[in-house]
């Protein structure tokens, strides 16, 4: 039998971990995007570092993402 509590965990962190930032939406809005979808993950205080690292992945710009790695 499977646990809905880490059914629900899987799924909502294969959510968070999929989301890039979508064609012709702004920065601004692809964050908040993530950070709605992390609230649900249980990352603790891993928290801000994984958001942090689904943006350099998940944005398009990659001048921003190269500067971003720098």
Do not use: P
């Amino acid at each position: 039998m499977f646990c809905v509590g880490e059914t629900n965990d899987i799924y909502k962190r294969y959510q968070f971990n999929k989301r890039d930032q979508e064609s012709g939406k702004s920065i601004d809005s692809y964050v908040a995007s993530l950070r709605t979808l992390a609230k649900t993950c249980n990352y603790g205080s891993l928290l801000d570092s994984l958001i942090r690292d689904r943006i350099v992945v998940g944005i398009r710009d990659n001048g921003t993402r190269k500067r971003l790695l720098q």
